[in-house]
C-alpha cells in the first residue's frame, strides 16, 4: 500500500470565530500531539480525512502529516461529527515512534453461520464489537475475526478463545463475551377478548395502563418515588382521647 500523505497548515490563531473561517475556506481545525512534545496547532482538508475514515484501517491508518516541510508518521487521535449531516468538524492527530508499541481498539469481525442459528432456529447476540491492543504501529490489524459457526444455543465465545495476530497482544479482559447464541423470545399470547371475564354490569371498565409514570427524555433521569408519608403520631394520640 502507497504511503497517504495530508497537508497539514500551522494554526496561529484559535477560536470559534477563527474555525468557522477554516470551515468555509474548505479546511477544519486540528492539533498535532506527540509524547513529550507540545501540541501544535494545525489545520487540514477534510475530505483527505474522510477517506482516510473510509479505508479499511479506518482511524487506525498509519499516514504521513506534511507540515513545514517535513513529514510526520502518525495516526488520528479523535476526530469530531457535526451530528445532522455527518461532517468533520475536527481532528487531533498523534505522532508515532515505528519502533514503539501503541494501544488501539480493533474492529470485531464475525464470520460462519452459528449451528445454534442454521440449525437450532437460535439468534446471535454481538456483545463486544472492539478489542483493545498493543503492538508496533506497523502492525495494527484492520481486522480480528472470530469464527462464531460452531456456537450452539446458550453457548459463547470469548477473548480468551481468540487467536491474536501475528505480533499483536490483546489487551481486552479474557473473560469478556465477544458474542453468544440466544434462544428467540417467545412471543406472548394475549387471550381473546371474548374470554376475558365479563365486567359487573352498570361498572365503567378502567383503561389499560400501558406504562406507569411519565416518559423520560433520552439523556434524563427519572424522579425518584416519593416515600410514603409517615402517620402523625401526635394527631393519633388527640384522636384517641
Known amino acids: 500500500m502507497a504511503d497517504i500523505v495530508v497537508s497539514a497548515k500551522n494554526r496561529a490563531e484559535t477560536g470559534k470565530n477563527v474555525n468557522r473561517r477554516l470551515r468555509v475556506e474548505g479546511l477544519i481545525p486540528g492539533v498535532l500531539y506527540g509524547a513529550a512534545k507540545k501540541p501544535v496547532p494545525v489545520s487540514v482538508s ?3 480525512i474522510g477517506s482516510i475514515l473510509r479505508s479499511k484501517t479506518g482511524e487506525n491508518t498509519l499516514f504521513d502529516l506534511e507540515l513545514d516541510g517535513s513529514r510526520r508518521k502518525v495516526i488520528l487521535k479523535e476526530f ?16 508515532v515512534a515505528l519502533d514503539k508499541a501503541l494501544q488501539v481498539n480493533v474492529h470485531v469481525e464475525l464470520v460462519g ?5 442454521k440449525v437450532q432456529g437460535g439468534i446471535v447476540d ?8 498493543e503492538c508496533l ?19 459463547h465465545v470469548r477473548v480468551a478463545e481468540i487467536k491474536a495476530p501475528d505480533k499483536v497482544t490483546i489487551l481486552t479482559e479474557p473473560d469478556v463475551v465477544i458474542a453468544h447464541v440466544v434462544a428467540p423470545r417467545a412471543e406472548e399470547e394475549v387471550a381473546p377478548a371474548a374470554e376475558a371475564a365479563p365486567a359487573a354490569e352498570g ?15 433520552e439523556g434524563e433521569t427519572a424522579e425518584e418515588p416519593k416515600a410514603a408519608e ?7 394520640k388527640k384522636e384517641k382521647k
Open 46 to 48: 477534510p475530505k483527505e
Open 80 to 95: 469530531q461529527l457535526e451530528p445532522l449531516k455527518g461532517h468533520l468538524l475536527h481532528a487531533d492527530f498523534y505522532e
Open 113 to 117: 453461520t452459528p449451528v445454534g442459528v
Open 126 to 133: 454481538w456483545v463486544t464489537r472492539e478489542l483493545e491492543v
Open 137 to 155: 504501529p506497523a502492525d495494527i490489524p484492520e481486522k480480528i475475526t472470530v469464527d462464531i459457526s460452531n456456537l450452539e444455543i446458550g453457548k
Open 203 to 217: 361498572a365503567v371498565a378502567e383503561p389499560e395502563v400501558i406504562k406507569k409514570g411519565k416518559a423520560v427524555a
Open 230 to 236: 409517615k402517620p402523625d403520631k401526635k394527631a393519633e
